[in-house]
């Protein structure tokens, strides 16, 4: 896929990436990065996600898999969140239809409901969940329980590292990668964009991480 605003610089996140990795004796840890995008009664009408292995070699996440979905909403459910995220119930149509033909036609809920939730807990498994605002938003908006996974939290993480600071999402990665997610190629409020930018946060982070020793 590429993000549903016609950007393709994620496009090489959703390819996977297995070859040439190697594990030595320990068997590899999965992350899953997740974003969803929510109509104006909180409900997910799009639904991204990234598996990924850390490759010790060149100390990057490489993607294993890859998940998308989009579901119906009614004009009336877009009012105040379209002009956020941009998808009108129209393009929501198309995108799905796109879904279905990649997916080789197979058929997928049109609302998201306890059906698809199962599916998704199934692909996370037992990865690492991680996300920015995942705590507070994604995960109370797909599960109607607590999810099993360790659970790591980029907000979260942002605000501990620069206190009294912007730390919404675009406003951490201008700040790690000196450009905004749009001059990266990386549509904001594009679930799968998101994901994307979350994965690099990540990963950045760890980064400066290991070499500070903290």
Known sequence: F?????????DMFLRPQRKGISYKSLPPREFTTLDIETDDKGNPITVSA???VFNRNTGQFETVDNYQRFYHAKNAD??????IHGLTSAKLKRL????AQYNNNRGY???????????????LGNSIVKGHNVVDFD??????????????DTLTASRNQWKNKKNDLDSVFKRLFGK?????????HDSMSDVVATSLIMQRMALLKSKTGD
């Open 180 to 188: 905004t997610m749009e001059q990266a190629g990386l549509s904001h």
């Open 109 to 123: 809920s049109k609302v998201y409901n306890a059906f698809e939730a199962e599916k998704l807990k199934h692909f």
């Open 50 to 52: 990234l598996k990924q």
């Open 139 to 152: 995960l109370p908006h797909l599960f109607k329980s607590p999810i099993n996974n360790q659970v790591i």
């Open 96 to 99: 799905r239809s796109q879904q």
């Open 2 to 10: 590429k993000t549903y605003n016609n950007q393709g610089s994620g």
């Open 78 to 83: 877009l009012k105040e969140s379209s002009q």
